[in-house]
T-cell receptor
Framework: EAGVVQSPRYKIIEKKQPVAFWCNPI?????LYWYLQNLGQGPELLIR????????DSQLPKDRFSAERLKGVDSTLKIQPAELGDSAVYLC????????????FGPGTRLTVT | SQQGEEDPQALSIQEGENATMNCSYK?????LQWYRQNSGRGLVHLIL?????REKHSGRLRVTLDTSKKSSSLLITASRAADTASYFC????????????FGAGTRLAVHP
């Protein structure tokens, strides 16, 4: 079974530029999560999808961050414009059970904003 | 923001020794999970213990949960160099909406 796929693995951009991350969850997993992980910290939830519906985006900075999950499969997380403080690892995860069950994580995208 | 504390923040041991990591939390839980993250890799789920369970085993891993003290521990027995990683506890919240809240992690180094 293929795991959660994310791309790109690394991204370096200048501040004020836009950036997008892509995630393909495990086949059949209806729940998809985007997390932010700062250096030396654990992941923090940005947004959670149940199929194509965002059911929790309370931690998503909506002035610059946006996400979509068309057709309830792949998802894209966008930042526009990026700020220096956005430098972090962006993790995507999926699960077959909604809520606080076991989650399967992708390798993440390491973003560096210069 | 992170909720819950992991202790110690870093742990350095020799191969063959046991490693114990602790996790405390403040509010009620549905379950508590432990994840491992190797350098440059994503998180891997290790074990889930439900709020009505007290102990769970998986290979060389043993997890305990004490809901009265709001704490959990992860024991890795007979550690190997390949166990070198960061270990995170994540509490599954109870109530109407279940989500995982991760701690800051314990960085374990196992020396050959």
């Amino acid at each position: 079974e293929a795991g959660v796929v994310q791309s790109p693995r690394y991204k370096i951009i200048e501040k004020k530029q836009p950036v997008a991350f892509w995630c393909n969850p495990i086949s059949g997993h209806n729940t998809l999560y985007w997390y932010l992980q700062n250096l030396g910290q654990g992941p923090e939830l940005l947004i959670r999808y149940e199929n194509e519906e965002a059911v929790d985006d309370s931690q998503l900075p909506k002035d610059r961050f946006s996400a979509e999950r068309l057709k309830g499969v792949d998802s894209t997380l966008k930042i526009q414009p990026a700020e220096l403080g956005d430098s972090a690892v962006y993790l995507c995860a999926s699960s077959s059970i909604a809520g606080a069950g076991e989650q399967y994580f992708g390798p993440g995208t390491r973003l560096t904003v210069t | 923001s992170q909720q819950g504390e992991e202790d110690p923040q870093a742990l350095s041991i020799q191969e063959g020794e046991n490693a114990t990591m602790n996790c405390s939390y403040k509010t009620s839980i549905n379950n508590l999970q432990w994840y491992r993250q190797n350098s440059g890799r994503g998180l891997v789920h290790l074990i889930l213990i439900r709020s009505n369970e007290r102990e769970k085993h998986s290979g060389r891993l043993r997890v305990t949960l004490d809901t009265s003290k709001k704490s959990s521990s992860l024991l890795i027995t007979a550690s190997r160099a390949a166990d070198t990683a960061s270990y995170f506890c994540a509490r599954g919240t109870s109530g109407g909406y279940n989500k995982l809240i991760f701690g800051a992690g314990t960085r374990l180094a196992v020396h050959p």
